[in-house]
């Protein structure tokens, strides 16, 4: 299993960046994919996150109206789009399979949100 992230950055308050995360290893569409995040001195915590077919997604009450993840299952990819960044979103995200109740992680890539 691999999972890398790319599209991070850094990004003035107000502002957006589209995360994606690029699976391989496994068969994509069959698994629950999310997306967490982890700030200096914080425990990792849920961001967002999507089943296989795309039809039930839940979000962190700190990222709703403000986050979208999706999937294109056609390409092994999951995506966040963050909108109206704050500098409390700053932080790297990670991606993440759970893969028969293991967890993947993919490397990481971090997000921050600075004038």
């Known amino acids: 299993v691999q999972l890398v992230e790319s599209g991070g950055g850094l990004v003035q308050p107000g502002g957006s960046l589209r995360l994606s995360c690029e699976a391989s290893g496994f068969t994509f569409s069959n698994y629950l994919m999310s997306w967490y995040r982890q700030a200096p001195g914080k425990e990792r915590e849920l961001v967002a996150a999507?089943?296989?077919?795309?039809?039930?997604?839940r979000y962190a009450d700190s990222v709703k109206g403000r986050f979208t993840i999706s999937r294109d299952n056609a390409k092994n990819t999951v995506y966040l789009q963050m909108t109206s960044l704050k500098p409390e979103d700053t932080a790297v995200y990670y991606c993440?399979?759970?893969?028969?109740?293991?967890?993947?992680w993919g490397q990481g890539t971090q997000v921050t949100v600075s004038s």
């Open positions: 993440n399979a759970l893969i028969v109740n293991r967890d993947y």
């Open positions: 999507i089943i296989s077919a795309g039809g039930l997604i």
